[in-house]
């Protein structure tokens, strides 16, 4: 089949329909007023307060009495800090949560609860949690990162901790990870890589989906300015499964993300270099994205968008128009559209470009206007990723 001789890009209409986007993220009530550029500066910077979601709910235990190991002498070592706890928890909301994870997880060494007491600090949003033995303690530290009421929570020994004599530190090598937990300390080791040239508006939750695009990760943290909690523009992470070291290195060094574009390397520089030199590069598995093709671009009036949609929810007319519909009206905000062009799934067919948009302004500078916005935005709850892309190829189809 030659593409060349299909019908021309499709021409945006005037919009048939008055419903609100289904796909683009839309700022909370009260934010409306805003744009999604201000929201994300916003977000960024902690002026957003995290939306309190429900509780999860947990299935309540008998409280029935275990005797505590130790004594008032390990009290220290029986504590956990927990931070970045959620707005309005309660004590007990927080001991049940742990209480019930600890057990169905079988870090709980006895019957009945293993947190014996919670003391939250509202004011500067952490919490303590005091636990019937050391060991215990020191296993639950395997919970760093876990998702409480919508906020990951970061677990650390409180600072007048002291190690005892004999006891391990950290949790015992065969806990496995546990499903949806990434701890937020990234400990030095082989496997610890550095992400560097990441864009200030993107968020942790951003940066942890590109970085899971290629496997779960066992321990992730964006560094943040301790005054501002702005990101710095770089991360450390580790995969669960080490093997994926060294793919996502390939995938991901070298990206182009806005105007920025990533390093990504292990943080001992050098290490396994000469592994790595002989590794085959590894294709990002995001929908729509090439990365040969994502490069340093100039501006241009075409902008590409990728990772919005999979080629399945292209197949489906209603669907279809949908996407398009809700494109054409996001992207008219900043400026006139000249044309919209979403390639589509054909059975048996490799269509070139599928899985990608591309929009043509009327503009550079409108176009411009639209890829400093959306990037880092959400499109059916993907991080949206742009380039500009080249006119006389967009006019000829060469996707």
């Known amino acids: 089949m030659d593409f060349s001789e299909r019908s021309p890009p499709v021409v945006v209409k005037k919009s048939r329909r008055k419903k609100p986007s ?24 902690g002026q957003i307060p995290a939306q309190v979601v429900a509780a999860a709910q947990v299935v309540q235990q008998e409280n029935s009495p275990v005797p505590i190991v130790g004594s008032t002498i390990t009290r220290q070592a029986r504590r956990l800090y927990v931070g970045n706890i959620p707005f309005g ?37 952490f919490a303590f949690l005091e636990f019937r033995s050391v060991d215990e303690t020191t296993q639950a530290m395997a919970f760093d990162g876990i998702n409480f009421q919508g906020q990951p929570l970061k677990l650390r020994r409180p600072r007048d901790y002291q190690p005892m004599m004999g006891i391990s530190e950290l949790p015992a090598s065969n806990v496995p990870v546990l499903s949806g937990v990434v701890s937020t300390m990234v400990h030095d080791s082989i496997e610890k890589l550095f992400v560097g040239g990441l864009p200030n508006y993107l968020s942790e939750d951003q940066v942890k989906e590109l970085l899971s695009s290629f496997g779960q990760l066992r321990a992730f943290n964006l560094v943040k300015d301790s005054a501002t909690s702005l990101s710095k523009g770089y991360a450390f992470c580790e995969y669960a499964d080490p093997q994926l070291t060294d793919q996502a290195i390939a995938g991901l060094n070298g990206m182009q993300l806005g105007d920025k574009k990533l390093i990504v390397q292990r943080a001992s520089v050098g290490a396994k270099h000469n592994q790595m030199s002989q590794q085959v590069p590894v294709q ?37 128009d949908d996407i398009l519909e809700d494109i054409r009206e996001e992207c008219g905000k900043y400026g006139v559209v000249k044309s919209i062009e979403i390639p589509r799934p054909i059975e048996g067919v490799d269509v070139p470009g599928c899985g990608k948009i591309f929009v043509e302004f009327n503009s550079v500078l409108d176009c411009q206007k639209a890829q400093q916005s959306l990037t880092g935005r959400k499109f059916a709850n993907r991080v949206v990723v742009t380039s500009y892309y080249d006119p006389d190829k967009y006019h000829r189809r060469e996707f």
């Open 22 to 45: 289904i796909y683009w993220d839309i700022p909370p009530s009260g934010f409306a007023h805003i744009t999604p550029l201000q929201y994300k500066a916003m977000h960024a910077a």
């Open 284 to 320: 990002i598995q995001v929908p729509g994205l090439n990365l040969n093709a994502v490069g340093t671009q100039p501006p241009t009036e075409v902008l590409c968008l990728m990772n919005m949609v999979a080629t399945e929810e292209l197949v489906d007319e209603e669907e279809y």
């Open 89 to 125: 928890c309660t004590e007990q909301a927080m001991m049940d949560f742990f209480n019930h994870q600890m057990k169905i997880t079988g870090l709980a060494q006895a019957a009945g609860n293993p947190i014996l007491a919670c003391q939250i600090n509202l004011d500067k949003n």
